[in-house]
């Protein structure tokens, strides 16, 4: 599976974002997808991941209620909305899939870089 992240840019604290990240795979529907994230000199994190039925998600606490994590099995293409981005969330975003019976990510874009300025 080959992953292609794009949207990330610069943005004043208060904007939004829309990532894409699209995936090279016939069988798309039955990944799991997540989105990601590492700051400059901190460990990669999770921000979100959503299940093949676009209904069972899940958010770290520090975006809930400002991201929404979102995905089109038709155009195989997983979407993260980030709104009231804060200086905090200045980090490269990167997107994973999970295939079946998997315990851990095991396909990863190359990543795209988010810059909220103050």
């Known amino acids: 599976v080959q992953l292609q992240a794009s949207g990330g840019g610069l943005v004043q604290a208060g904007g939004s974002l829309r990532l894409s990240c699209a995936a090279s795979?016939?069988?798309?529907?039955?990944?799991?997808m997540g989105w990601f994230r590492q700051a400059p000199g901190k460990e990669r994190e999770i921000v979100a991941h959503?299940?093949?039925?676009?209904?069972?998600?899940f958010y770290a606490d520090s975006v809930k209620g400002r991201f929404t994590i979102s995905r089109d099995n038709a155009k195989n293409t997983v979407y993260l909305q980030m709104d009231s981005l804060k200086p905090g969330d200045t980090a490269v975003y990167y997107c994973a899939a999970r295939g079946a019976g998997m315990k851990v990510f095991n396909y990863w874009g190359q990543g795209t870089e988010v810059t909220v300025s103050s």
């Open positions: 959503i299940h093949w039925n676009g209904v069972n998600t």
């Open positions: 795979t016939y069988t798309f529907s039955s990944y799991v």
